[in-house]
């Protein structure tokens, strides 16, 4: 037998364990606490806040940023990233409201298509030439702008306000804004293929660990190319939203969408070295950092403070830098990732 | 147990690194190379260089009026921010890192300064010194937010993309708060020289970006830090096995890039004798990035060139001038733009990464 | 043995890297239901041999016949599909995925077209509970012990229904009683008719747990043998290709013993320990003396290197530096008090493979060849011509990139990256590992002329003739202790093989004759306590 003491890995493994659990749930509930605390707090100290209404339109006004989001929790996932999705929306904006006259379904349709051609390019390129998430990306945040203001003759698109295109981003359902449903829609789906299909699965293992995927039969390429493909469709949908909340296809908007996406997705607790994620805590953070800048309307009405519009960038920031630092505190280390 | 897979590696290198471990490590199907390694090679040492002659010679017989003063000095002006914030953002990515903040850092600087020359709250006695101190508060204070940057990816171990996009984010909305997100105008002709001012013809703020670059890409290459910079990139154990303070090292490009940063929001509000905190350096850093990665530095760390960066910055800007000089719109040059930007990276990989 | 029908026959095994010839007709065979060895050096040409049974690697020669018929699989997933599963020495999972979610990846139940969570945890539940590991299944790996963590590769493996299941050095990180656990576990396997092919440098653990081994060399097969028949003594001979009766003598290496004689202590090393794996070494380096430190794969050579360098954090012990205590915090602080410590992995952490070979040999002069941070060119260059010269350094020039060198040259500029610091002792990895024959003695006969100039080096070797030729005194370490301390009179591969090997007892001559100086103090001789 080998002469070892056997002190060591057992305790390890034990303070591992502890540490993993209390991250999971740091992790995992931490963020619905936090948000849990901010709707509790902004409910009791501004009137009218918890109203169906503020609060409603304040998601709603969150839902582009979110399902971009939702799409960047995917490719996060596999230890990518998608710098596009901004202008990938902004450029979806524009077709579809040039195509808004033949109705909703034209509209929105093409938006989807155009995202999802362009996430599937991304997708292509990195996978086929190898080269890196980040350069990939953020050519075709550059590109995807180009042909949005190529399309769009540097103006915005005014959409057809008789074909209905517009009910998409500015009507209701049972009381909700549709774009709300759109994307309580969007992440229910996501939450279950995340967690009740087996591309769910095989998008963490990829990015847990790409080499055992590999090993394990897993078709990584293909995995990567449609977590892309579904991150520009998403960006898309988003696009959609945009040109018919506001009437207009608009060819300069999304700009920095992509890093409050990021940031959203950070909050939330998904890893950035891949491999470790939640939909629904993307969710969770899309809206504990969009609800910041609703919640500053109010407290300056209060009038005890007058805090501009800008507090909220630093909020968020702030916020954003605390999370990271918790996490880090928290995060389990992740062995075997290779080199620099 | 490491032991054994480096013993595979290691044999066949005894014959020849010239291989540089070639072998099939994993089975992953390795794949054909689309370009002759000798097309590679040449892309990788000359690619930027032709690239630039060849849009040069392009321009000079199509595109009326290039070769005058007016036009170059256009597109110099163009390109000088973004050269100066480029040049520390190679040397943050000569590491292995990445620097998103830049541009919010270029609006907190360009929001301290008009603060403190046109400050009322407690004027300086002697203006000469109000001039001074605007170019050189900001710088520093921008400074201490680089340094921030670094300790989060040194002491916390954040990547730096999200450590840096701390700052992104808030970096702007701390501008706003410093200027209550009004716009600044303002006409000190004397702050001003670093944007308006064209001793012998030739703008101000093109020299400047000529000296940053020669300064810098002097330190790259001839002084210990810049050693020591490409060696953490290159190889990160070795360089600390072999003496190298790597913690120090990594502090000192987030610092630079941030001071640069910070200098080049200062020529972009004295330019337009304005400081808007809302515009100052937006969407900068992407467009730093793709000229570090045009011209030739690889985003994994490593190698470097920052003569590269400032031919990328050049490359791009001038791919977008023919294109809309010749009646092409500015938004399709943006989408050619994009497709540099791959073809330039793709042309640059190392034969085996 | 012979009365079960082979699984697993590998004839004749062919395969050539870059430059190098891997495996030379290699063979293996295998039984059903048998726990089978498989040791060998590094570079013996195990892993190869793996890497082409489960199709990481493609053959150029030879066959393959697996349960009757000829096979060629393409990949590991393909192998495991086929009843070949393998547990390499790094657990290849996934941590953060849970151990249902490991042991189903790729083929998960489902019902409608999503995933059946119930039937995933119950089948893991399952598979798990025949070798008696109740965990919870819904957990991330990450959370379990790496003993744990190759139950489930196991279980895995058994999922597939292998029937063959290849473990790559599993114990390497595992302590007494996880090992326990792991040998239940094989013997179960075996117990169902799944052979075991186990790779291990532990003798014990061979001895305890396998019918057969292999014993591979320079990229063949040069044994097969019933365990219970050979001793472990003849097995560690058989592994280095040594006649246990005839001992070599001079004229292999580049040394020249004799010819450096130890001065006052330099370096002094007690207690050290890091971690699992060194636990206890003490050791002394005198000035101009080459002390060996021998030991199997994982014995801890590597890391008391990289302890002492301030590489790695020392958890306790003391080190002195000519009769001074230190303690490095960092490789820079030892740099500065005058070691150097040349890694045995040249790639990961020796080269910087886009630097010239100018830059990466004064990469630690950088600080004395330069004047306020900026590096004086002339110097530097005057340094590197100097030592491209002196050590022969085939290059086309100094400008040339490190990674377009051959090893051998790549393992000379980094020595010179140390020499030219004008060390007084040099920490020395494998410095002649991977390197051709011309190369390699070139590179002894420097490191006996440093030593002979009163350079201290504590050279790191598996080459029993480096060890015997070349050193004044071989420390020997095995199970991360130091465990025998050999002089240079006493000195013979048999001694060494015998201490690595634990056959201690009666072989060893702890202090039978003096040392060729005179220890000053007793506590040298503690180390084997």
């Known amino acids: 037998m080998a002469t070892v003491p056997a002190n060591r890995p057992l305790s390890s493994a034990t303070r591992d364990r502890l540490r993993a659990r209390t991250a999971s749930l740091l992790q995992r509930q931490g963020v619905l606490i936090a948000l849990a605390l901010v709707v509790l707090i902004a409910s009791l100290r501004y009137d009218n806040w918890l109203s169906f209404g503020n609060i409603s339109n304040a998601i709603a006004a969150n839902s582009m940023v979110g399902l971009a989001a939702l799409g960047m929790t995917f490719v996060i996932m596999t230890s990518g990233i998608d710098l596009s999705v901004g202008s990938v929306a902004a450029f979806a904006s524009v077709i579809a409201a040039q195509l808004s006259s033949n109705g909703i379904v034209v509209g929105v349709g093409a938006a989807v298509l155009v995202g999802l051609v362009l996430g599937f390019i991304n997708g292509l390129i990195i996978t086929q030439l190898g080269i890196l998430p980040f350069i990939t990306t953020l050519a075709m945040l550059l590109g995807a702008r180009g042909l949005a203001l190529m399309f769009a003759n540097n103006q915005s698109v005014s959409v057809s306000y008789d074909s209905g295109f517009t009910t998409f981003g500015q009507g209701d359902f049972l009381g909700l804004p549709l774009p709300v449903w759109v994307l309580f829609g969007a992440f229910g789906v996501g939450i279950v293929v995340l967690n009740y299909t087996r591309f769910g699965r095989h998008v963490l293992a990829v990015g847990g660990n790409e080499e055992a995927a590999r090993l394990m039969g897993l078709p990584v390429d293909r995995i990567k190319l449609v977590v892309y493909t579904l991150s520009g469709a998403l960006a898309g949908l988003a696009g959609a939203i945009l040109a018919s909340k506001f009437g207009a296809g608009q060819p300069t908007e999304g700009n920095g969408w992509e890093l409050s996406a990021i940031a959203a997705v950070v909050v939330g607790g998904t890893l950035l070295t891949g491999g470790v994620g939640s939909v629904w805590s993307s969710l969770i953070g899309v809206l504990l950092l969009g609800l910041i800048f609703n919640i500053l309307v109010f407290e300056n009405a209060l009038g005890y403070v007058s805090l501009s519009a800008s507090w909220q960038t630093v909020i968020r920031g702030a916020f954003l830098l605390i999370v990271v630092l918790l996490q880090n505190r928290l995060a389990y280390r992740k062995k075997g990732a290779s080199g620099g | 147990m490491r032991e054994l897979d480096k013993a595979q590696v290691q044999s066949p290198d005894g014959a020849s690194m010239g291989g540089g471990g070639s072998l099939p490590s994993n089975p992953k199907p390795t794949r054909r190379p689309v370009i002759s ?22 321009n000079a017989a199509f595109t009326r009026n290039f070769l005058t003063s007016q036009t170059l000095n256009i597109n110099l002006i163009q390109v000088s921010t973004i050269v100066i914030v480029a040049t520390g953002m190679t040397l943050v ?31 300086f006695s002697d203006p000469v010194l109000g001039i001074i101190l605007a170019f050189v508060l900001p710088v520093l204070a921008v400074g201490v937010f680089g340094f921030f940057n670094g300790t989060l990816v040194t002491y916390f171990k954040i990547q730096p993309i999200i450590a840096t996009l701390v700052l992104y984010i ?67 154990e070795a360089a600390r096995l072999s003496g190298v303070p790597v913690t120090r090292v990594k502090l000192a490009v987030y610092v630079i890039s941030g001071m640069l940063a910070g200098l080049a929001g200062l020529v972009a509000i004295a330019r337009n004798s304005s400081s808007d905190a809302n515009l100052v350096g937006l969407g900068l850093e992407l467009d730093a990035i793709a000229a570090v990665a045009v011209g030739g530095t690889a985003l994994t760390g490593g190698r470097a060139t920052i003569v590269g960066t400032l031919l990328g910055a050049l490359i791009i800007q001038l791919i977008r001038y023919t294109l809309v000089a010749n009646q092409i719109p500015d938004s399709a040059a943006q989408v050619v733009k994009a497709a540099i930007i791959v073809a330039a990276v793709y042309i640059q990989r190392p034969r085996q990464g | 043995m012979e009365e079960t029908r082979p699984l697993l026959i590998m004839e004749g095994i062919t395969k050539t890297f870059p430059g190098v010839l891997a495996l030379r007709g290699a063979s293996l065979q295998v039984s059903q239901g048998e726990v089978h060895a498989l040791i060998g050096q590094n570079g013996a040409g195990k892993s190869t041999m793996i890497k082409i049974l489960t199709g990481a690697y493609r053959r150029d020669g030879g066959s393959i016949t697996f349960d009757a018929h000829p096979v060629d ?13 393998t547990i390499y020495q790094e657990v290849n999972l996934v941590p953060y995925r849970s151990v249902s979610e490991n042991i189903f990846m790729g083929r998960e139940p489902r019902r409608w077209g999503f995933l059946n969570w119930n039937q995933m945890h119950r089948q893991a539940r399952e598979i798990l509970q025949r070798f008696d590991i109740e965990i919870d299944v819904t957990q991330p790996l990450l959370t379990y012990n790496v003993a744990i963590q190759q139950m489930v590769a196991v279980a895995r493996a058994v999922s597939f229904k292998s029937k063959l ?20 576990v094989i013997r179960q396997l075996k117990s169902e008719g799944v052979s075991v092919l186990f790779v291990s440098h532990r003798l014990d653990e061979l001895y305890a747990v396998c019918d057969r081994v292999t014993i591979m060399r320079d990229g063949q097969t040069v044994g097969d043998h019933t365990l219970s028949e050979i001793s472990k003594l003849e097995l560690v001979a058989r592994m280095l290709g040594k006649d246990l009766n005839e001992v070599q003598r001079s004229g292999v290496t580049g040394f020249t013993p004799g010819t450096h004689h130890p001065g006052d202590p330099l370096l002094q090393a007690q207690g050290i320990r890091n971690g699992y794996k060194l636990q206890q070494a003490d050791l002394e380096v005198r000035a101009g003396e080459i002390v060996g430190l021998a030991g199997l794969l994982g014995s801890g050579r590597t890391e008391v290197a990289r302890a002492i360098f301030g590489a790695d954090r020392l958890e306790a012990g003391e080190v002195s530096l000519g009769a001074r205590p230190v303690r490095f915090k960092s490789p820079k602080d030892a740099i500065r008090a005058g070691l150097g410590f040349c890694s045995e992995d040249r790639k990961a952490e020796g080269v910087i493979p886009f630097m010239s070979v100018r830059e990466n040999l004064t990469l630690a002069l950088l600080p004395t060849l330069s004047r306020l941070g900026v590096v004086d060119h002339k110097r530097q260059q005057a340094v590197v011509e100097r030592f491209v010269r002196e050590l022969d350094i085939k290059t086309s020039g100094p400008e040339q990139k490190i990674r377009e060198l051959s090893g051998g040259n790549q393992q000379k500029v980094l020595l010179a990256r140390w020499l030219c610091l004008n060390p007084r002792l040099l920490l020395l990895d494998e410095p002649t590992r991977g390197i051709d024959v011309g190369a390699k003695g070139e590179i002894q006969r420097l490191i006996n002329e440093l030593a002979e100039e009163g350079l201290g080096v504590l050279m790191i070797s598996s080459e029993l003739e480096e060890l015997t030729e070349g ?50 103090s007793q506590e040298q001789d503690t180390s084997h306590a």
């Not at chain 2, 609006?107 to 009322?120: N, R």
């Not at chain 3, 699989?73 to 599963?85: E, I, K, R």
């Open chain 3, 165 to 184: 299941v290849i473990m790559d050095e599993p114990t390497s990180s595992l302590d007494e009683r996880e090992v326990a656990t792991l040998f239940r």
């Open chain 2, 170 to 236: 808030a970096g702007r909305g701390i501008a706003q708060v410093f200027t209550n997100g009004k716009l600044q105008n303002f006409n000190n002709p004397s702050f001003q020289y670093i944007g308006t001012g064209r001793p012998f013809e030739i703008p101000f703020q093109v020299i400047l970006m000529v000296l940053v670059v020669a300064l810098f890409a002097w330190v790259l290459r001839k002084t210990v830090f810049g050693r020591y910079v490409l060696a953490v990139g290159g190889n990160e």
């Open chain 2, 37 to 58: 390694d000798r097309v590679r090679d040449f892309g990788q040492t000359y690619g930027a260089i032709v690239a630039l002659a060849l849009l040069l010679l392009f």
């Open chain 3, 471 to 520: 050193c004044d005194r071989v420390v020997v370490l095995r199970d991360g202790r130091s465990v025998a301390q050999l002089y240079h009179a006493d000195l013979n591969q048999s001694i060494i093989m015998a201490a690595m090997a634990q056959d201690t007892a009666e072989v060893l001559p702890q202090t039978a004759s003096g040392p060729p100086t005179p220890l000053t």
């Open chain 2, 93 to 123: 990515i000569a590491t292995g890192g990445i620097d998103l903040s830049v541009g919010s850092l270029m609006a907190i600087s360009g929001a301290l300064a008009p603060l403190i020359f046109l400050s009322k709250t407690f004027p």
């Open chain 3, 73 to 85: 699989f393409h990949s590991p997933h393909q192998a495991q599909l086929n009843g070949v599963s």
